[in-house]
């Protein structure tokens, strides 16, 4: 069925496209309508971030519609998108610069603005040097999501704290978000890769079906008896969350909602259980029962993801803990959101694989040259981290008087170059090439992406402000 | 028996030897860190925190198999070790192969190296001297520079860049190893210890880490400390003004702060806490006379008393920094100065002892007492500690060392491209001169492609351009 799509009449094609531009205008008028929470953030700064959401989304839809129909305007476009919505993102970075009176760098907020500024530069960057213009299909959704938290996180200008205030510190940041922006560079090479080597359809649907098992899991735990969803409370005179003691936010139940994202969850296990028994006893039935249902569950996402945004973003509820009713804002559960709506993207980005593969695969450098581009991703983000570790380490020594003390966040560090050097050890005194470097490549990835966001909201440590 | 213990012997080493057995090393040693941050850990947690998230029997078993400790278990520097070794055998047994590029380098390919080379092209030329000279200058116009190499009657030409490249891989090996050597050196001779001052108090002696105490050969006084706020009341700066006495005798002074810590005989003395001691410095009263007359501005500190007129003197009771009542017991919140209480007594001739209750946070508060003045509290000083970390850790150098030493072989591993260039006048297969030209690269060897075919046509160009001016040639030849 995929395989046809390159024979398909072009008037076909165009549709696609006008309707993922058009979903992608009403995602973002609806966004602000939606009433996101902008704590304490100069307005300037606010809006100059919505300007950047727009363009970035806009690149993403341009991208995507490259990718399925290979027109070069859409290309174009995409890449004028992208620069105007880099130069937003350039200028909040400056306006926040100069309100702060120092480097953005010094809580998550601050980090994810830095790293969609890194990512949008690389992106741009590696399309004009080594023309590799369907990168931003993968990399522009990163950075939307990233500006999405944003509007969602904590963004009050703060002094520093006296352990923050060296020159190491931005050392340390600059370097780590140089090397992750690689990283997350190299992980979109990597898919690429496999997508042009040939790698099943199928293979694609289970790893894409598994992650999505994975995020509603993660959802699951928040499921009440009751059959409601549990999220955190939110106070609207303080602008944060409620605490009832440290580390432990008071939660309240939103009725109904547990249900759906069960729904949700179940119809994310359905593909993944029919493409791995499919894939196990070569059933070609099976594996087309399951992309039928991966398209259903895809609109279920889209159902629960549009539920949680009407539900989550006000109101007051009851809680378990308390008694009484009190206030949530979506800005109450950036993770959750952020968990849906990435998920919904990968969703996408697979549908997307599923119908037009053939055209995309044409879009693609070969699989030598992306083979190549991901070890030479990799050879810039390596020292990068290296350095950043170093540099991180200099500054804990400084401060407090160790240089290494297995805190969580530096042992995830650790653990991200030591997955690296295992992806260089590989290629350079092995010549492991192709499936097995891009794989090593995508769990080097996920290893960085919960460095980054694990380590700071699941595990404890000197990092909490990170 | 035997032979099957060698042959097991035999294969531990060939796994040792196995690039293969590091990636997997390096995979179990990420692995295990994980499992290091996603258990509780011991020297992190107070054993509540344990009892409550695990239930004993699972305890007993993270225990048994050093989970509850994983940085410092038995098999967890074991497979450090492991890596190290493999890290040493891997890179011995290669290195020589490396230090040959770079010790002893190939000026002059033979007939098995060249047909074996990937990259090379032939110049049909009229004179070698001529063709050497174009490809001289081509070389040259690249930036490298190369050298004339004379063998068995005939000259040909060899150069090469970043010939150190070739070793990038063992200054890596050898600068993790240094690191991890001045770990080993911080963890078996390196310690750690706290020690919490107050104004002018002095100490020579630190409370380790692991309860210990350690004496130090010198004294170290505080002269001094304080907290700088932000606006929003958040603090900015910590500080502590240190001095360092040899036998009495002052020989170092630093204030340090957060960041900014004083160093003195490889001992790092770093600013770590800052709070109250609960106890008051001085008290600034202002004593008005009950009968009548000019207020006068006292300043008391414990126990010392103060005279107000020839009858009457005034001294400091009791004080409480953050004054509550529980029952009828006065008891404090905190030992910061929230919600102050002064207790005084003041003794005067005729009428005896008086005890006055003073509360700064109520100045309208005032109970009936005996004292012939009335006090108000213009201000008061709180005794203040620093807590400062100290720490002694003589392997960073070989850290610091290793860690800078790493950054330079990345750089050497990544950036840098051991390339070689060779030119040999020869014959071709059909007996003509030709200029044979050759080059290999260690790495980027399509990129590298494009440079060569750049060179050759250079060549080329500066081949023909010396043919059509007989000028050079017979310079070439007069030489």
């Known amino acids: 069925m995929a395989r046809a799509a390159a024979a398909e009449p072009t008037s076909r094609r165009n549709n696609t496209l006008l309707i993922l531009v058009g979903l992608a205008v009403v995602f973002l008028v609806l966004t602000p309508a939606l009433g996101m929470p902008k704590s304490g953030a100069s307005p300037d700064e606010a809006s ?12 993403t839809a341009f991208y995507v519609g490259f990718a399925v129909s290979g027109n070069d305007p859409y290309a174009r476009f995409a890449s004028l998108a992208t620069w105007v919505g880099f130069a937003a993102n350039t200028l909040a970075v400056a306006q926040r610069w100069y309100v702060a009176g120092r480097p953005p760098f010094s809580n998550i907020y601050e980090m994810l603005l830095s790293f969609v500024w890194t990512l949008a530069a690389l992106t741009l960057f590696v399309e004009r040097r080594y023309g590799v213009k369907v990168l931003g299909t993968v990399t522009m959704p990163l950075a939307v999501v990233g500006v999405l ?62 992650m999505l098992v994975g995020i509603y899991l993660g959802v699951a735990t928040r499921f009440d008896p009751s059959g409601g969803l549990r999220v955190a409370a939110w106070d609207p005179a303080e602008g944060r969350e409620i605490f009832l003691a440290e580390r432990t936010p008071l939660l309240v139940v939103i009725p109904g909602l547990g249900w759906l994202f069960f729904l949700v969850l179940a119809s994310a296990v359905v593909p993944l259980a029919l493409a791995l028994w499919g894939v196990w006893n070569r059933r070609e039935r099976a594996i087309e029962w399951a992309n039928r249902v991966f398209v259903l569950s895809t609109f279920v996402q889209g159902l629960g993801l549009v539920a949680f945004l009407l539900r989550a973003r006000d109101g007051m509820y009851p809680s378990g803990q308390a008694d009484g009713l009190f206030a949530t804002r979506l800005g109450a559960s950036p993770f959750l959101l952020a968990g849906m709506v990435s998920g919904l993207a990968a969703a996408l980005l697979y549908l997307m694989l599923w119908w037009r593969r053939a055209g995309l695969e044409r879009m693609l450098p070969d699989a030598d040259t992306l083979d190549r581009l991901t070890y030479r991703t990799i050879g810039i983000a390596f020292p990068l981290l290296t350095l ?20 969580p966040k530096e042992t995830w560090a650790l653990i991200t170059w030591l997955v690296y050097a295992g992806y260089l050890h590989m290629r350079m005194a092995r010549g492991w090439r192709g499936r097995r470097a891009a794989y090593f490549a995508i769990l080097g990835f996920a290893v960085v992406l919960f460095t980054f966001f694990g380590v700071t909201y699941l595990l404890p440590g000197l990092h909490a402000y990170a | 028996m035997e032979s099957q213990g060698r042959s097991l012997g035999k294969r531990a080493w060939q796994e040792l030897r196995s690039v293969r057995t590091g990636i997997v090393l390096l995979l179990v040693i990420g692995a295990a860190s994980a499992a290091g941050t996603l258990v509780l850990q011991r020297p992190l947690t107070d054993s509540q925190s344990l009892a409550r998230a695990y239930s004993p029997q699972t305890l007993r078993w993270l225990d048994a198999l050093g989970l509850t400790d994983v940085f410092h278990s038995w098999w967890f520097v074991a497979l450090l070790l492991l890596l190290c070794a493999n890290i040493v055998v891997v890179s011995a047994e290669r290195l020589p192969m490396a230090w040959r590029f770079f010790a002893r380098p190939y ?33 040259r116009a690249m930036g490298l520079r190369p050298r004339r190499v004379e063998a068995n009657g005939s000259v040909s030409l060899f150069a090469e860049r970043h010939r150190v490249a070739r070793l990038a891989a063992y200054v890596v090996h050898a600068s993790l190893l240094l690191i991890l050597a001045g770990g080993v050196v911080d963890g078996l001779a390196g310690w750690r210890g706290f020690v919490a001052l107050t104004h002018n108090q002095q100490t020579s002696t630190i409370e380790l880490r692991n309860g210990g105490i350690k004496s130090l050969p010198f004294v170290v006084r505080c002269d001094g400390a304080g907290q700088e706020n932000y606006e929003d009341g958040t603090p900015r700066r910590w500080w502590t003004r240190l001095a360092v ?133 213009a201000d008061l000083e709180m005794g203040y500690f620093t807590g400062l970390q100290v720490a002694y850790e003589p392997g960073q150098w070989a850290v610091w060392a290793g860690a800078i030493l790493m950054g330079l072989g990345l750089i050497m591993a990544f950036y ?64």
């Not at chain 2, 090379?120 to 063709?131: K, L, M, N, S």
């Open chain 1, 48 to 59: 100059l971030l919505y300007g950047a959401l727009v363009f970035y989304a806009a690149a």
């Open chain 1, 149 to 210: 938290l944003m509007q969602l996180l904590p963004s009050a200008v703060r002094p520093l704290v006296p352990a923050l205030q060296s020159t190491w510190l931005h050392i340390h940041v600059t370097l780590a978000m140089l090397g992750y922006a690689a990283c997350a560079i190299s992980f979109a090479l990597a898919l690429m890769f496999l997508i042009k080597d040939k790698v099943r359809t199928e293979t694609f649907l289970a790893a894409t079906s598994a």
């Open chain 1, 388 to 407: 950043m570790i170093a540099a991180g380490a200099y500054w804990a020594n400084r401060t407090w008087g160790s240089y290494w003390s297995w805190d």
């Open chain 2, 107 to 139: 000026l002059r390919p033979e007939p098995h190296f060249v047909s074996g080379l990937p990259l090379q092209a032939e110049i049909p030329v009229r004179r070698a001297d001529t063709g050497l000279a174009a490809a001289e200058s081509a070389l």
């Open chain 2, 245 to 377: 006495l040899e036998n009495g005798r002052e020989v170092l002074k630093k204030e340090i702060e957060v960041n900014e810590p004083l160093v003195y005989r490889g001992l790092r003395f770093f600013q770590s806490s800052y709070g109250s001691t609960g106890e008051v410095e001085s008290i600034h009263l202002s004593a008005v006379p009950k009968l009548g007359g000019a207020p006068q501005s006292i300043v008391l500190r414990p126990g010392e008393g103060v005279a107000l007129d020839a009858k009457t003197t005034v001294r400091l009771l009791s004080f409480v920094p953050d004054f509550v009542l529980r029952g009828n017991q006065i008891e404090t919140r905190s030992l910061e100065p929230r919600n102050p209480a002064i207790q005084l007594l003041v003794a005067s001739q005729p009428g005896g002892e008086a005890k006055v209750w003073l509360f700064p946070r109520f100045p309208g508060f005032a109970h009936p007492d005996a004292s012939p003045y009335r006090f108000e509290v």
């Open chain 2, 416 to 479: 840098m491209v051991h390339v070689r260039y060779w030119v040999v006048p020869v014959a071709d297969n059909r007996g003509r001169l030709v200029l044979w030209v050759g080059a290999s690269a260690s790495k980027n060897r399509a990129e590298f492609e494009a440079r060569f075919k750049e060179l050759t046509r250079k060549i080329e160009a500066g081949v023909r351009a010396r043919s059509s001016n007989p000028a050079p040639v017979a310079s070439v030849t007069g030489a």
